[in-house]
C-alpha cells in the first residue's frame, strides 16, 4: 500500500476575479476617493484598529449604498461566498435559501507609508477583500502594500531540523502573502491572523473588505 499523507487542520482560502473589473473598478475608485475627500462624514468614528498615518477607513454599511457599482460588486461577493459557503459546508441549494447573511463592509484608501497590523476578525466566521486599485509596486520594495497570511499551528517552526524546515505547501512554515491586482477577491476565515505591509506607491492602494455572520431562517 502506498503512504497515504493527508492535509489535516488545512485553512480554506478562496480566490475570485469580477468580470468586467476595469470599468467597475474605474467606477468605484472615482466614487470612493470622492467620499474620502468628504472626511468624517464616511470615516469610520470608532476603529478597532489603530489607524496608521497613510491609512483612510470608512464606515462599515459600504455595501448598503445604492450605486449600481457598489450593488454590482455586493453581488459578486455574496454569489463568490455563497458557494465557497455551500461547497465546504455541503449545503443543498433548500439549504442556501434559508442562509441569512449580515455583515460589515468599508473600504481603505492606503498612501505611501500606510499599513494595517496584524489582527483577526472576532465574532464572524468569513472575511473578505476584495481590490481596486493595487496601487504601484516599486522596484526596491517587492512586498509593497501585500496582504499577509500567518501560519496559525503557532507550533509548528518551534523545533526546526532538516527533517522538517523545508516542508512543501499546504504544510509550511511561516506566512502566505497575496499581491492583489484590480479585480481579485479573496476570502477566508475571520479568525485567520493577516495583516497589510506598508505601501510605498506614489498612487493609491484602494481596497474593500468584509465581515460576515451567518443565521438559518
Request: charged share 15%.
Amino acid at each position: 500500500m502506498p503512504l497515504e499523507i493527508n492535509p489535516v487542520f488545512a485553512v480554506p482560502l478562496g480566490q475570485d476575479t469580477l468580470p468586467d473589473a476595469q470599468s467597475v473598478n474605474a467606477e468605484l475608485k472615482a466614487l470612493l476617493l470622492a467620499r474620502e475627500s468628504e472626511g468624517g462624514r464616511y470615516a469610520n468614528p470608532n476603529p478597532s484598529l489603530k489607524q496608521h498615518q497613510g491609512v483612510f477607513e470608512s464606515d462599515f454599511n459600504l455595501f448598503s449604498w445604492p450605486e449600481p457599482c457598489v450593488q454590482r460588486l455586493r453581488q459578486f461577493c455574496w454569489s463568490a461566498l455563497g458557494k465557497l459557503i455551500q461547497d465546504l459546508n455541503g449545503y443543498s441549494a433548500e439549504d442556501m435559501q434559508r442562509l441569512q447573511i449580515f455583515s460589515h463592509t468599508w473600504f481603505h484608501v492606503t498612501r505611501n507609508g500606510g499599513f494595517t497590523i496584524m489582527h483577526t476578525h472576532p465574532m464572524a466566521s468569513w472575511s473578505g477583500v476584495y481590490c481596486v486599485a493595487a496601487g504601484e509596486t516599486p522596484a526596491d520594495r517587492p512586498e509593497s502594500g501585500i496582504l499577509r497570511f500567518h501560519n496559525p499551528h503557532h507550533y509548528s517552526n518551534y523545533f526546526l531540523d532538516p527533517g522538517n524546515a523545508r516542508l512543501r505547501a499546504p504544510y509550511h512554515h511561516g506566512t502566505w502573502s497575496v499581491r492583489f491586482e484590480g479585480g481579485q477577491l479573496v476570502l477566508f476565515p475571520s479568525w485567520l491572523q493577516h495583516e497589510v505591509m506598508p505601501f510605498y506607491g506614489n498612487d493609491e492602494r484602494i481596497t474593500i473588505a468584509f465581515n460576515c455572520w451567518f443565521g438559518m431562517k
